[in-house]
């Protein structure tokens, strides 16, 4: 069986130094060296490291139970399939969807091109008649933010553009919050799709998910929500939340990579058209139609990601079992560290809220006079490992006045001394480069 967490839950509000050097245990990873340094991660924004238990539920999927799922007659069939929808319960659970509403994706893109598309074939002469509540045509709206990562913003573009309909977005203010007076203009009686983040991986800012889903709700709009930032740090309920879906990827979340999530109210998904279509997601099929299973398999054509799911939910029991609230709390604190840090080092102008405003547990910033791929790899050769350049957000990235910036990004495994060696070797930079 897969090893529990090796360090043991604490009541503490907040995770601490002390039980971070536990959890850090349960990451070989952070144990090499790079560059001759010890490893300072911060880039789980982009990907985050995985726990022993979550290797080994991989494994363990391949050593002692790999077969297609749903379709075989034998043993290893059978507990393969047992192990893929008891992954889809357990990741269901987390963030509080039923578990015929949670879809196996690839990742978050995919979760929102699957939207996109299904949108698309409804609006398409023929669809069927359920279909009617996704079709979008000339005069209809798809409102977004300005501070959407690509992946959910092209995907709107695309359906705007193949349906007439017209894409709108809720502008960023100077303090890197939505525009909430704009957005309450811009979401009206046509607006059908309104899709937004949670939490944006640029600014940091979370977004009022209450007020966004209540304009939404007012005009009947379809509310999509990027929890790509959020779903791996904070507690999340989409149904509390009352979104109709919502998307998120495995590997941001301490998973393997290839796993995603979308979620989506079950009347909504079973009335949607499909996405890919072929095998194990029909009910009968003649030489001219086919008719299509309900939702999850509905959309899920083809052999799934079954090793991928299984270890999704060995990492959603990890996050669980440490406790989201306190690992959020944790986060905060490095957050706030690392804004605090930056606006003291003179040249530094950090992206979205001030020192004080919440925030999740990232900072993008510009060094005045050094491009972010320099400074990326001044960081690299020092062991730091951040992320530079647009971050999948360009029209916000032009909207602060930028080309690119780089972003520390903080996880349950970092420690206020990761963030003091990032801020020491940040302060070096403009010396080294003489700006
Ligand atoms: C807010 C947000 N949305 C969507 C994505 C896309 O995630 P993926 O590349 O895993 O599909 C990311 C990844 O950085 C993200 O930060």
Same mark, same amino acid.
């Given at each position: 069986?897969?090893?529990?967490?090796?360090?043991?839950?604490?009541?503490?509000?907040?995770?601490?130094?002390?039980?971070?050097?536990?959890?850090?245990?349960?990451?070989?990873?952070?144990?090499?060296?790079?560059?001759?340094?010890?490893?300072?991660?911060?880039?789980?924004?982009?990907?985050?490291?995985?726990?022993?238990?979550?290797?080994?539920?991989?494994?363990?999927?391949?050593?002692?139970?790999?077969?297609?799922?749903?379709?075989?007659?034998?043993? *290893?069939?059978? /507990? #393969?399939?047992?192990?893929?929808?008891?992954? @889809?319960?357990? %990741?269901? $659970? !987390?963030?509080? =969807?039923?578990?015929?509403?949670?879809?196996?994706?690839?990742?978050?893109?995919?979760?929102?091109?699957?939207?996109?598309?299904?949108?698309?074939?409804?609006?398409?002469?023929?669809?069927?008649?359920?279909?009617?509540?996704?079709?979008?045509?000339?005069?209809?709206?798809?409102?977004?933010?300005?501070?959407?990562?690509?992946?959910?913003?092209?995907?709107?573009?695309?359906?705007?553009?193949?349906?007439?309909?017209?894409?709108?977005?809720?502008?960023?203010?100077?303090?890197?919050? *939505?525009?909430? /007076? #704009?957005?309450?203009?811009?979401?009206?009686? @046509?607006?059908? %799709?309104? $899709? !937004?983040?949670? =939490?944006?991986?640029?600014?940091?800012?979370?977004?009022?998910?209450?007020?966004?889903?209540?304009?939404?709700?007012?005009?009947?709009?379809?509310?999509?929500?990027?929890?790509?930032?959020?779903?791996?740090?904070?507690?999340?309920?989409?149904?509390?939340?009352?979104?109709?879906?919502?998307?998120?990827?495995?590997?941001?979340?301490?998973?393997?990579?290839?796993?995603?999530?979308?979620?989506?109210?079950?009347?909504?998904?079973?009335?949607?058209?499909?996405?890919?279509?072929?095998?194990?997601?029909?009910?009968?099929?003649?030489?001219?139609?086919?008719?299509?299973?309900?939702?999850?398999?509905?959309?899920? =054509?083809?052999?799934?990601?079954?090793?991928?799911?299984?270890?999704?939910?060995?990492?959603?029991?990890?996050?669980?079992?440490?406790?989201?609230?306190?690992?959020?709390?944790?986060?905060?604190?490095?957050?706030?560290?690392?804004?605090?840090?930056?606006?003291?080092?003179?040249?530094?102008?950090?992206?979205?809220?001030?020192?004080?405003?919440?925030?999740?547990?990232?900072?993008?910033?510009?060094?005045?006079?050094?491009?972010?791929?320099?400074?990326?790899?001044?960081?690299?050769?020092?062991?730091?490992?951040?992320?530079?350049?647009?971050?999948?957000?360009?029209?916000?990235?032009?909207?602060?006045?930028?080309?690119?910036?780089?972003?520390?990004?903080?996880?349950?495994?970092?420690?206020?001394?990761?963030?003091?060696?990032?801020?020491?070797?940040?302060?070096?930079?403009?010396?080294?480069?003489?700006?």
């Amino acid at each position: 069986m897969v090893a529990p967490p090796a360090h043991l839950p604490s009541p503490a509000p907040a995770l601490g130094n002390d039980e971070v050097l536990r959890i850090r245990n349960d990451f070989p990873i952070l144990n090499r060296p790079v560059n001759g340094q010890p490893l300072v991660y911060l880039d789980s924004g982009a990907t985050s490291q995985n726990p022993t238990s979550v290797l080994e539920a991989e494994q363990e999927f391949y050593e002692q139970r790999n077969a297609a799922v749903h379709r075989g007659a034998h043993h *290893l069939a059978v /507990e #393969a399939t047992d192990v893929f929808e008891d992954a @889809r319960e357990t %990741v269901a $659970a !987390f963030i509080g =969807a039923g578990v015929d509403e949670l879809i196996w994706t690839s990742n978050a893109t995919e979760g929102l091109n699957l939207l996109s598309y299904s949108f698309l074939n409804a609006s398409l002469p023929g669809a069927p008649a359920e279909a009617a509540r996704f079709a979008l045509g000339a005069g209809d709206r798809i409102v977004v933010t300005e501070m959407e990562h690509h992946a959910n913003l092209i995907p709107w573009q695309q359906l705007a553009a193949r349906t007439g309909a017209t894409l709108d977005y809720i502008p960023v203010d100077d303090s890197g919050a *939505l525009d909430l /007076e #704009a957005a309450a203009r811009l979401i009206g009686p @046509r607006t059908r %799709v309104l $899709a !937004f983040t949670h =939490a944006s991986n640029v600014l940091g800012t979370i977004n009022p998910v209450n007020d966004l889903v209540a304009l939404g709700r007012a005009v009947g709009a379809l509310v999509v929500l990027d929890a790509c930032q959020s779903a791996p740090h904070l507690e999340l309920d989409v149904k509390a939340l009352d979104v109709d879906f919502a998307v998120f990827s495995g590997h941001k979340m301490l998973g393997p990579t290839g796993i995603g999530g979308l979620y989506g109210r079950s009347e909504l998904l079973n009335a949607m058209p499909p996405f890919l279509t072929g095998g194990s997601m029909i009910t009968t099929v003649t030489m001219d139609r086919a008719g299509f299973l309900p939702s999850p398999q509905r959309f899920e =054509a083809g052999t799934q990601r079954i090793s991928q799911a299984v270890a999704l939910a060995a990492a959603a029991n990890y996050l669980t079992e440490t406790g989201l609230a306190r690992i959020h709390a944790w986060e905060a604190t490095l957050g706030q560290r690392l804004v605090e840090g930056l606006e003291a080092i003179p040249g530094i102008r950090v992206l979205g809220p001030a020192a004080g405003r919440e925030r999740i547990g990232l900072a993008a910033f510009d060094v005045a006079g050094v491009h972010a791929h320099d400074v990326g790899q001044f960081l690299d050769s020092r062991g730091i490992a951040v992320r530079v350049g647009h971050h999948c957000a360009q029209p916000l990235h032009r909207r602060l006045g930028l080309t690119a910036s780089t972003r520390a990004s903080t996880y349950l495994y970092n420690t206020t001394d990761d963030v003091d060696a990032f801020l020491d070797a940040v302060a070096g930079v403009r010396p080294y480069f003489n700006a």
